[in-house]
């Protein structure tokens, strides 16, 4: 551990040389193609696939009303009365959003299968678009679902007051000597993961199996089980490698639903592939919040209350956790900072749109968002260094363990630490006197400085928390290892990877915790017939939860191992160390017994110690006692042509503190990756509708993704304030970068800003939308 170790999956993932699921092929499967609606809204007067049933290679075609359907599942009801509307993997009566599917062909082909979707006749009789999310909790608007009557799915409140955990925020406001209140807009994302959504059902066999590009193999077992009314025994589910996810692929599908009902009905294997178009229109969406939030400090900018109301917009319907991504985010936006009374306020609206669900940080980098650019905002009213005004309020290194607020204990942390060496890798001070020169001289070219002092709760868990917030599962993790003859070791997990790399970090434990060379490490992963239990990957649990199960079952591994130890070196087991893979006796240095030669004589079973069973393999399952919380500061110079409007990034800085690392290049990949995916919500991506409803920016031509080019050389770097709660000191580290950087980013956009009296820009900040905000008042200065 903390070796810098070269990635084991990397060789065959970037050759392609493995198994995606759009790999998969089976005798006599069948290709599946979905007829979308062009409308946002209309009922469905009639359908009629016969036609496309005469057209070549067609053995199927279905509409809803063909199909014994299953309602898609919502796992997390966060309040008692939350509005949870049907949800059908092929629309019935009515459509709810533009791409959402209608009927389904299966043929021979793919392309027999999408020509024939031109034949199927379907009549809409269109109705209006709800589109706004104020509009749509407005007096008498038009709603998304006739039935229920209301267009908001719930409200949800915290308050520190009614909690115990803190003061009431009205009479801290009113008494304040500063108030700053301001609107920030979280604008609709799309996850744009590399592989596609892909999936095959095979019915054969006795069984259900289910290849997926999924996060969340074990979770969608238990739901197709549960609302297909099969035996859960009966269904195995597959993620084979998998090509990115980040929150996308946590989802029951329509899709999957829709595979699932046609191999069932035809009793052949059937598979589907979306196209990159119906990508972007169906694969849920992320974001979209419209956060109103109100600050209160004393004239020395010390917090006094905080206030937060948000609309969140599900879309047309709830996803598997969409309702519970706003609420991840309740318990972040006191972030780092000590705040005497916090109230949160929430109400989730319906909208004639994709539904939304989690995209990396779910919930989190929203929240961070907010407060760190209404920090900035505290400092220029009370005319302070935007970092002076957070030292007045971070909570200090001495205080830890310290509970906000929100009622979380956080473990460990220091921020005096992590900002001081960001100040000092930027170069602070000189990029403060250059931006003064500059100021000075009317530099068409203004530069700008941003801050972004974080911290994130993850490792979603503990299992009573979850509960506590009505989540439908726990936290837990669970792990295997098994001690093969030969001394080699095979790690069965319930995290599955997309792309983290845990075939490696997982080596790297298990190395270290058996003495067994890394190489002797296989870890296998994502199939719920080798890894039967397990709670997937999402909310940078897999480390923090995951693998502390993996070094628990190794402990069990090399406890079971003792007694045979102690047998073989004719001696007592309490007199015996275990270090570097073998076992010795205590004060004697000599030849002592590998834990590999162990397994072999346990296989042998030739002279064990009575009773013994037979057997080091061991199991474990770990449900933390509290969530992690990373840290950092992230610190950004920016260079505004203030003619274009044109954003470039001159440099950027990440100090994170992740608690102990694992394998440093991996936790390299995790920030660059994070960060491009948050200076991509500063600068560029915004997924966007017209008044009826179509999305305008359903290709890459139009939904702008950052390349390279686009992007500086990050300098990164680490503190290390270790988790106590567990042997290995580990924390998240996968959403950090994407949490910390977009308020960097626009708060260095913003600063370079200010001297045409600009306080804020919308997301992403393009060349038009600074442009314009330079020039909203004529450009004076």
Not at 70 to 97: Q, S
Not at 317 to 342: D, Q, R, S
Request: proline fraction near 6%; glycine fraction near 8%.
């Amino acid at each position: 551990m903390g070796t810098p170790r070269a990635r084991k999956e990397d060789a065959r993932l970037i050759t392609g040389r493995t198994t995606w699921t759009e790999n998969v092929v089976l005798p006599g499967m069948v290709h599946l193609a979905i007829l979308r609606s062009p409308f946002a809204h209309a009922r469905i007067t009639s359908i009629d696939v016969s036609a496309a049933l005469r057209e070549p290679g067609v053995i199927a075609a279905y509409s809803g009303r063909d199909l014994e359907q299953p309602g898609l599942p919502c796992a997390w009801p966060v309040t008692e009365d939350m509005v949870h509307p049907d949800h059908h993997p092929l629309a019935v009566d009515t459509v709810r959003h533009v791409g959402e599917a209608v009927a389904v062909v299966a043929a021979r082909s793919r392309a027999a299968a999408v020509d024939a979707l031109a034949a199927i006749e379907v009549d809409y009789e269109p109705l209006p678009a709800i589109m706004d999310m104020e509009a749509a909790i407005a007096e008498g608007a038009d709603l998304v679902h006739a039935d229920k009557g209301t267009n908001a799915s719930y409200t949800w409140v915290f308050d520190s007051a009614e909690a115990g955990t803190g003061d009431a925020v009205a009479p801290a406001i009113e008494g304040a000597e500063v108030v700053i209140k301001r609107r920030y807009r979280q604008q609709r994302l799309i996850p744009a993961f590399m592989e596609p959504r892909s999936v095959v059902v095979d019915p054969t066999a006795d069984q259900y199996t289910i290849w997926s590009a999924t996060q969340i193999p074990h979770i969608l077992k238990l739901m197709v089980a549960l609302i297909t009314a099969t035996p859960e025994h009966k269904v195995r589910v597959v993620a084979p490698d998998v090509g990115g996810g980040f929150g996308g692929k946590l989802q029951v599908t329509p899709e999957e639903l829709i595979a699932f009902m046609v191999a069932k009905k035809l009793g052949k294997p059937a598979k589907y592939t979306e196209s990159r178009s119906d990508s972007l229109l169906t694969a849920h969406h992320g974001r979209d919040v419209i956060q109103d939030i109100e600050i209160a400090a004393d004239r020395e900018g010390r917090l006094k209350a905080l206030h937060v109301k948000l609309l969140a917009n599900m879309g047309a319907y709830l996803g598997l956790v969409t309702p519970g991504v706003p609420i991840l985010g309740a318990f972040m936006y006191n972030a780092i900072y000590k705040v005497p009374a916090y109230r949160f306020e929430c109400v989730g609206v319906f909208t004639n749109t994709t539904f939304t669900d989690a995209y990396r940080g779910a919930g989190r980098p929203e929240a961070t968002y907010a407060i760190e650019r209404i920090m900035d905002e505290l400092a220029v009213e009370l005319n302070l260094d935007p970092i002076e005004v957070r030292r007045r309020n971070w909570i200090g290194h001495e205080e830890f363990p310290y509970t906000t607020v929100c009622g979380l204990t956080y473990d460990s942390g220091n921020y005096e630490a992590a900002t001081e060496k960001a100040l000092n890798l930027l170069g602070y001070d000189d990029l403060r006197r250059e931006q003064q020169e500059r100021r000075d001289r009317n530099d068409p070219v203004q530069l700008g400085i941003g801050t972004s002092t974080y911290t994130e709760m993850c490792g979603l868990a503990p299992s009573r928390v979850l509960g506590s917030l009505r989540y439908g599962a726990g936290g837990w993790e669970t792990a295997s290892v098994r001690m093969l003859p030969t001394g080699k070791v095979e790690v069965v997990t319930g995290s599955s990877p997309h792309g983290q790399g845990h075939e490696t970090a997982w080596s790297q434990i298990v190395a270290d915790s058996l003495g067994v060379p890394f190489d002797d490490v296989e870890v296998l992963h994502g199939d719920t017939r080798t890894s039967h239990k397990g709670l997937d990957t999402y909310g940078s649990r897999s480390l923090a939860v995951g693998g502390i199960a993996l070094y628990n079952a190794c402990q069990k591994v090399v406890d079971k191992a003792k007694p045979v130890a102690a047998h073989m070196l004719e001696c007592d087991p309490n007199d015996l160390e275990f270090s570097g893979g073998s076992f010795r006796v205590k004060g004697q240095p000599g030849d002592g017994k590998s834990i590999q030669e162990i397994a072999l004589a346990v296989f042998a079973a030739h002279d064990l110690p009575d009773g013994f069973e037979a057997s080091l393999d061991a199991d474990a399952t770990y449900d933390p006692v509290n969530f992690s919380f990373p840290h950092g500061t992230h610190l950004c110079a920016v260079e505004v042509d203030t003619q274009t409007g044109r954003v470039a990034i001159r440099k950027y800085v990440a100090v994170d503190d992740i608690g102990k690392v694992v394998n440093p290049l991996i936790v390299e990949g995790q920030v660059h990756g994070g960060l491009a995916q948050g200076v991509a919500q500063a600068l560029f991506e915004e997924a966007v509708y017209d008044a009826d409803g179509n999305l305008l920016t359903g290709t890459f031509v139009d939904y702008t993704l950052p390349s390279a080019a686009d992007l500086p050389d990050f300098t990164t770097d680490r503190t290390e304030t270790p988790a106590p709660d567990h042997p290995l000191g580990t924390k998240g580290v996968g959403e950090a970068g994407t949490i910390a950087s977009t308020p960097a980013v626009v708060n260095a956009v913003v600063d370079a800003l200010r001297p045409f009296g600009v306080n804020d820009v919308a997301m992403p900040c393009t060349p038009e939308r600074v442009w314009r905000a330079i020039n909203s008042n004529g450009g004076a200065r």
